[in-house]
């Protein structure tokens, strides 16, 4: 029963660097999203997508881009790495609006 | 962007304290969902609230959403060294997007 996996867990990128994060789930939703957790911040939300062929951005899109060519699929692409997108990187899942999201496990990024 | 105030930030109790945790906006939610994170994970959710006045028991939580669906509480009785946690409110969206509080973390001492 895999829900939402998230890949890698952990990654040290250097400054300018680039970088997929991946995340894929296996319960049909339509809608995934990306989010980043920074210490007293919250969860913020980065892009989300209501279905394949659809994204858009959210409230911190700066720095990252998405696609989502399948249902099951939505990468997070990091194109120039930053110190100041160093982070825990959440993908969540949702299949109906105003019910549960399922979250993955989070990549733990730190950029030097 | 609509702001959801959590209180407190943090918060450290002795094991059977009861304690109340906050979420309070100046918009209107189609619902309210409360998640709880453990170190290392994702969030998990407790609950989800829909009715303005709605009252939802999980064991030793009560989770309220406002008459005006603008803010909700979590009551915890008893509090247990398991309930340390960090606890999220999460306002919904019809149109799925959830905007989320900066969490009270929540840490019982045996």
């Known amino acids: 029963n895999a829900g939402v996996t998230q890949t890698p867990k952990f990654q040290v990128l250097k400054t300018g660097q680039s970088m997929t994060l991946q995340c894929a789930q296996d319960m049909n939703h339509e809608y995934m999203s990306w989010y980043r957790q920074d210490p007293g911040m919250g969860l913020r939300l980065i892009h989300y997508?209501?279905?394949?062929?659809?994204?858009d951005q959210g409230e911190v899109p700066n720095g990252y881009n998405v696609s989502r060519s399948t249902t099951e699929d939505f990468p997070l692409r990091l194109l120039s790495a930053a110190p100041s997108q160093t982070s825990v990187y959440f993908c969540?899942?949702?299949?109906?609006?105003?019910?549960?999201?399922?979250f993955g496990q989070g990549t733990r990024l730190t950029v030097v | 962007t609509q702001l959801l105030e959590q209180s407190p930030q943090f918060l450290s109790i002795q094991e059977g304290e009861n304690l109340t945790v906050y979420c309070n906006s100046s918009?209107?939610?189609?619902?309210l969902q409360w998640y709880r994170q453990e170190p290392g994970e994702g969030p998990v959710l407790l609950v989800t609230v829909v009715t303005g006045g709605e009252v939802k028991k999980l064991k030793r939580l009560t989770f309220q959403f406002g008459d005006a669906r603008k803010d909700s509480s979590l009551h915890i009785t008893a509090a247990q060294p398991g309930d340390t946690g960090l606890y999220l409110c999460?306002?919904?969206?019809?149109?799925?997007?959830?905007?989320f509080g900066k969490g009270t973390l929540l840490t019982v001492n045996p």
């Open positions: 997508s209501v279905g394949a062929g659809i994204t």
């Open positions: 969540a899942s949702t299949g109906t609006a105003n019910t549960e999201a399922f």
């Open positions: 999460a306002g919904g969206r019809d149109n799925y997007k959830l905007t």
């Open positions: 918009s209107v939610f189609s619902s």
